[in-house]
């Protein structure tokens, strides 16, 4: 079974999915994870990541894996290199590339076969998988994420260019050729502005439950 959330940035969805695959034994999958790998991989080259066509000759000279939800490149744990402010400040415009989103998505269909998985991402209920049993849109306000945000990060930077980078990133990820950021036709509408992990997760549980014992 596959759970396919969507939504912004900064919208809660990789902690509420990680929440989630714990308390249903399903497997976690972050598709930003992968464009934040390649973009990482490629900086540490020396390479220049304005070469988007390069970008994607790194991604095929690595091999990327899913151990325990972390992502190993050709077998080492990278995950907590992938959210530095390096890759955060160009990772939009790498993920925007779409021969890169092909291949990506190409490994995240191939990775979820068979599997119970919560998969989560900015166009996997409307592209990468348009037929998971079951969708979700996360949504918040922008002022609410880039809070969040700035909390999290809060050395050498202010609250309102946060905001500014909020605003930036929904627009490039709205407006992306391939993979824009929509909510599906079909897809369960979560506001989490209000809400706290725990609520949206009882939510999507709930939501899944009824799934299974449909």
Do not use: W
Not at 134 to 157: N, S, V, W
Request: hydrophobic residues 40%.
């Amino acid at each position: 079974m596959i759970v396919a959330i969507d939504g912004p940035a900064g919208v809660g969805k990789s902690s509420i999915a990680r929440m989630l695959a714990e308390r249903s034994a399903f497997t976690y999958l972050n598709s930003g994870s992968f464009y934040r790998a390649y973009t990482y991989l490629h900086q540490q080259k020396g390479r220049d990541v304005t070469d988007l066509a390069g970008v994607l000759s790194t991604a095929k000279e690595v091999s990327l894996r899913l151990v325990d939800g972390r992502i190993h490149a050709d077998g080492i744990d990278i995950e907590e290199k992938l959210r530095t402010r390096e890759v955060d400040a160009v990772v939009a415009q790498v993920s925007a590339y779409p021969p890169l989103r092909s291949h990506v998505n190409e490994q995240l269909k191939a990775i979820a076969r068979g599997e119970d998985m919560i998969v989560e991402g900015r166009d996997i209920t409307t592209v990468v998988f348009p037929d998971a049993e079951l969708k979700i849109y996360f949504d918040a306000k922008p002022e609410i994420r880039a809070e969040r945000r700035f909390r999290q990060h809060p050395e050498g930077t202010t609250y309102e260019e946060v905001l500014a980078g909020v605003r930036a990133r929904d627009e490039i990820d709205r407006n992306k050729a391939v993979g824009a950021l929509k909510q599906a036709e079909d897809a369960l509408y979560v506001d989490t502005s209000y809400l706290t992990m725990d609520e949206v997760c009882e939510k999507v549980l709930s939501a899944i439950f009824a799934l299974k014992m449909g």
